[in-house]
């Protein structure tokens, strides 16, 4: 989401991440979120690809991945020329052609390519050369299906998928029980097809199928264990400060929920994490919500976002995504898990003692 400051003007480069010689995997990943809400997002790809070669980056194995930032934001800002480059770039950063982020950047090229408008045959077999890591990787039908979304060819995404599916629980019609889908934290590839193949399928408007119903019921099977991992814990969800005003916005009934600010937010789920760790739990975490998002899982249901049992569905989804998750607690030297930029023993730590 983009970053307004008051008087509606949206922000530098260094607001978002303060001038310093060494990005974060932090800084990163809040440029991922934030950068084109700056006010120079071609500036701001150049500035991370330029630390990535000049070994500005706190972990050097994060080089193949402020690379791939780059090239995104080029291609989002439609500068193929620039976004190929870092794309060549990132792809030699990574340690081996088949370290699972390879793929990513290899499905962006493609991308990259059907936007120059005359690479559509390079650009199709780029990405059928990734096809057989659909059958392998978790990772490979999103990327792979959203580059040929971009390029109208979402057809041919439904066949690929479809077919991979198959390959994996045989014939249809000998489909009798559902499958394991995998860890709440770690979906498994079925899982992750039959996702993409229902969202695919959904935006071609085709006829619900077996395999439809079988991608609902695997994703209400991880709702369910990733509540019970949960242990119940369905509202220890983190609202970024923007999402937070979004959705007391849409839905002020919330507030006896969420806190009637994002101040008094942060405070509830401080004090909660203090009192969970007080109880012996460990590896202890926020997830990362958004108003879209919910409103899109209660759109899934057929339900209300502010409902108590669509709220712990879509908390319970949000959990199994391992980027979703922030980690806590944090160094107190290090920047908060909030998001706000200031040092955690400045900012939340105090928190729990108010």
């Not at 193929?80 to 699972?100: G, H, I, N, T, V």
């Not at 002020?252 to 789920?269: C, I, K, N, Q």
Request: hydrophobic content about 40%; proline content about 7%.
């Amino acid at each position: 989401m983009a970053i307004i400051r008051p008087g509606g003007s949206t922000p530098t480069y260094r607001e978002v991440v303060p001038t310093r010689d060494v990005l974060t995997k932090a800084d990163l990943a809040e440029l991922r979120r934030s950068v084109l809400g700056t006010a120079d997002p071609l500036g701001v790809a150049a500035d991370v690809a330029e630390a990535a070669r000049q070994g500005r980056l706190q972990d050097p194995d994060d080089a193949g991945d402020a690379l791939t930032l780059a090239a995104e934001i080029a291609q989002i800002r439609a500068r193929p020329d620039a976004a190929m480059r870092y794309a060549d770039e990132a792809l030699a950063a990574y340690p081996s052609a088949d370290d699972p982020r390879a793929g990513v950047v290899r499905a962006l090229r493609a991308r990259v390519m059907f936007q120059a408008g005359d690479r559509d045959d390079e650009a199709m077999a780029e990405l059928t050369a990734l096809r057989p890591l659909l059958l392998t990787q978790p990772d490979a039908p999103a990327y792979v299906s959203a580059a040929l979304d971009a390029a109208g060819r979402s057809a041919i995404a439904e066949t690929w998928l479809s077919e991979a599916v198959d390959s994996l629980l045989g014939e249809r019609t000998g489909v009798t029980a559902d499958p394991e889908v995998g860890p709440p934290d770690a979906p498994g590839v079925l899982f992750s097809l039959l996702q993409q193949r229902h969202r695919v399928r959904r935006n071609l408007n085709l006829t619900h199928d077996r395999q439809d119903d079988l991608a609902d019921r695997l994703e209400n099977q991880l709702v369910r264990r990733a509540a019970e991992r949960q242990g119940g814990d369905t509202d220890l969800l983190l609202w970024p400060r923007e999402e937070f005003d979004s959705l007391l916005a849409a839905h002020p009934e919330l507030t006896d929920v969420y806190g009637p600010d994002w101040d008094a937010h942060r405070a509830r789920l401080e004090k909660e994490l203090v009192r969970l760790t007080a109880a012996g739990r460990t590896g202890l975490g926020v997830f990362r919500a958004t108003v879209a998002g919910l409103h899109a899982f209660a759109g899934r249901r057929d339900g209300d976002a502010t409902d108590a049992a669509i709220r712990a569905g879509y908390a319970a989804e949000v959990s199994a995504r391992p980027s979703s998750r922030v980690p806590w607690p944090p160094e107190r030297n290090d920047p908060c898990w909030c998001g706000s930029g200031l040092k955690y023993k400045k900012d939340c730590l105090p928190r729990s003692r108010s």
